[in-house]
C-alpha cells in the first residue's frame, strides 16, 4: 500500500510540474496547433471528396454544367 501512495505522490508532482511548464502560452500554443491540423485534415478530405466526385463523373459519363447553362 506504501509503494503505491509512493506512485501517486510521484504521478501527481509529474502532472503538477507538468502543467505549470506549459502555462497559459503553452495551451494556447498546443490548441492552436491541434486547430491547425484539424483544419488541414478537413482540407484534405474535401480535396479527396472532390478529386473522387471527378472520377466518378467522369466514369458514369455525367457531363457538369458549366455556368449559364441551363
Known amino acids: 500500500m506504501g509503494i503505491g501512495v509512493a506512485i501517486g505522490v510521484i ?5 503538477t510540474e507538468a502543467q505549470a ?5 503553452g495551451l494556447n500554443r ?4 491541434l486547430a491547425d491540423g484539424i483544419y488541414d485534415f478537413a ?4 480535396a479527396g471528396m472532390q478529386e473522387r466526385e471527378g472520377e466518378l463523373r ?7 454544367a458549366g455556368p449559364g447553362s441551363h
Open 11 to 15: 504521478a501527481f508532482r509529474k502532472i
Open 21 to 25: 511548464n506549459i502555462g497559459p502560452d
Open 30 to 33: 498546443a490548441v492552436g496547433r
Open 43 to 46: 482540407d484534405a478530405v474535401r
Open 58 to 64: 467522369s466514369a458514369l459519363g455525367v457531363v457538369e
